[in-house]
C-alpha cells in the first residue's frame, strides 16, 4: 500500500556525536573568560547552544539581533569584558551589521559567532533558508575579520586569533562563521581547553598577547621634544580608557592644557585645574590647539566627530605632532605623526611617567586652561546649560553611575559640557558611526556587565529603533533608568533643516503615548517635571526590580532653571 503524502513520516533523532563542534566552541569561549552571551536561537544555530548548560556563560535573548550587538558593546565599554553574540545565518548577521559598524568605529571588541549554510550549499545561490551569496564577504566590511570555520579542527586556532587581535592591537569587532553542519560535526578529537586544575598549577596559562611596548630612545625623545616646547597641548583619546592614575600624573608632570575626547571621559577628575573636557572643537579649543607649538596625541585617531563637530574642516594641528598608538596605520591618518610610537598607551605614558619623575615642567598651563575655559563656557548655547545641569545631577545622585547615551540633545550637550567621575561612566553612539536606537539596549548591557546604577539616555525619536529591547530589560528585572527626551520626533535634525531653509519633511513624526507602552512591556513610567521630583524617583527606583521610563519634554521649564545656576567643568 502506497503511503499518502498527507500521513506524517516517522523520523529516527540524528545521533548526536559525543562532542559536537558547537559543544566545543562554548568550552573554549569559557576559558577565554566569556561570561555572557547575546543571542537569539534559530533553527540554524540551536546546536551552538547544548553544551551552554554545561558551562557558566549565562545567555540573554534580546528582541533583535542589532540589539544583541548593542548589548555587547555597552557590556565591553563598561566592564572591559567582551561581548560575544550567536547570530542566525543571513537576516541575523544582517541585522546585527549596523552595531558592529558602531563598534569598529569606536574600537570596541565583540565576538559574533554565527551560523552558515551547509558546506554543499554555501554560495550557491540555490535559495536555500538565509542564504546569502557571501555572508563572510559582507561582514568582513564591519569587522577586523571574518572567517569560516570549515572543519571543527580549525576551531581553537581561530578562537585564539580573535582574542590576540582583541588584546594585541586596536580591537574592534569579529566574526567567525561555522556551516550548519560543522556545528554538529564530532569535535572528541579536537585539542581541548585546559581544564581548571591545570590552569591553577601554572601547567598551562590563558595566552597572552600584549600591545607593543614603546620603543624607549622615542621615549627620551619625546622627553626632549616636551623641554623644548613652549605651548604644549595634550590630547587622550579612548585608547587610553584603560590607563590608571598615570593619565593624570603625566598631565600634571608636563604641565599642560589636557583635552579628553568623548570616549577618554574621566581620565582626569572635574574640575581638574590642566583638563579643558572634550571641548576641542570648540573654537577657543580650535585656536590652543592650532597655536601650540608641539601636540601629544595618545590614544586617539583625532577623528571628525570629537576634533571638528561642526564639520566646517576647520580643526588644524600646525605644530609638531607626536602620536602614540597601537595601530601602526591609524598612527598617520588623518594627520601624518612627526613623530610615530607603535605602543601600549599604559606603558607609553607610565614609562613617560618614569622618565619624568625627578623633573617637573613649570608652565603655568592652569593659568591659560582656565582663561580658556572661560572662554569656551561663555560660548556654550543656552540649552546645553541646562541639559548638562540635568546630567550633572544624576551623576551626583547616583554613586557611580554609568550613563549610555544615544544620538540625542542632551547627549550632544554632555559630550561637551558633562564632566565624568571616571573612565567607562559615559559613552554613547554620537561618536564615530552615529547610529540611533543604541541607547537603550547599549545600557541593558552595561548594567548586565556592571553593578553600578546605569541611566539610557535616548530621545523619542531614537527609542523607536529599538524599544522592544525594552521588555528584555523587563524580563531581566534590572532596574534601568530610561532618560525619555521628548522633542516631539527627530528635533535635532529638525533644527538643522530649519536653519538651512528646507522643507521639514519626515521629521515631525508621530510618537507613542509611553506610559501605557512601558506598563504594556513590563516597565514603570514617570513623568518628570522638576528637579526635587528626579532625586526622589532616581533614589527610590535604582533599587527597584524593573526598567522604568523618565519621559522629560524638551520645553520643560525646570531644565532651563538648572541652567542658570549650572557651572561648566565641575
Known sequence: MTQSILTPTVTTPPTIPALTCGELLVQWLEYYGVETVFGIPGVHTVELYRGLPNTNIRHITPRHEQGAGFMADGYYRASGKVGVCFIITGPGMTNIMTAMAQAAADSIPMLVISSVNKIENTG?????????????????????????????????????????????????????????????????????????????????????????????????????????????????????????????????????????????????????????????????????????????????????????????????????LIRIDCDARQLQRPFRADIAVLADAQMAITGLCERLENQRFSRDASERVAQIKQKIAASMPASFAGQSALLKLIRDTLKDVIMVGDSTQPVYSGNNGFEALGTRKWFNSATGFGTLGYGLPAAIGAMLASDNAVVSIIGDGGIQFTIAELICAAELELPLIVLLWNNQGYGEIRRYMQEQGLPLIGVSIKTPNFEPLAEGFGAGYRRIIDKQQLVEALQQDIKGKQPIIYEIDEADGFIAEMGKSYTYFS
Open 124 to 320: 550557491s545561490g540555490e535559495g536555500h533558508l538565509h542564504e546569502l551569496l557571501d555572508q563572510q564577504g559582507l561582514v568582513s566590511k564591519v569587522a577586523l575579520f571574518s572567517k569560516t570555520i570549515w572543519q571543527p579542527e580549525a576551531l581553537p586556532k581561530i578562537l585564539a586569533e580573535a582574542f590576540s587581535l582583541f588584546n594585541g592591537g586596536r580591537p574592534g569587532p569579529v566574526h567567525i562563521q561555522l556551516p550548519i553542519d560543522v556545528i554538529t560535526a564530532d569535535a572528541s578529537h579536537v585539542a581541548k581547553p585546559p581544564n581548571s586544575n591545570q590552569i591553577n598549577s601554572n601547567n598551562f596559562m590563558l595566552p597572552q598577547v600584549m600591545r607593543p611596548l614603546p620603543n624607549p630612545a622615542q621615549l627620551d625623545l619625546i622627553i626632549d621634544c616636551l623641554k623644548n616646547s613652549k605651548n604644549p597641548v595634550l590630547l587622550y583619546g579612548g585608547g587610553c580608557v584603560g590607563v590608571d592614575s598615570d593619565a593624570q600624573k603625566l598631565a600634571e608632570l608636563i604641565d599642560v592644557p589636557t583635552f579628553l575626547t568623548i570616549n577618554g571621559k574621566g581620565l582626569l577628575p572635574p574640575g581638574h585645574p590642566l583638563s579643558l573636557g572634550s571641548n576641542q572643537s570648540s573654537v577657543a579649543g580650535r585656536a590652543l590647539i592650532a597655536e601650540a607649538d608641539l601636540v601629544l596625541a595618545i590614544g586617539t585617531e583625532l577623528g571628525e566627530t570629537d576634533y571638528d563637530i561642526v564639520f566646517d574642516k576647520g580643526f588644524h594641528i600646525n605644530g609638531t
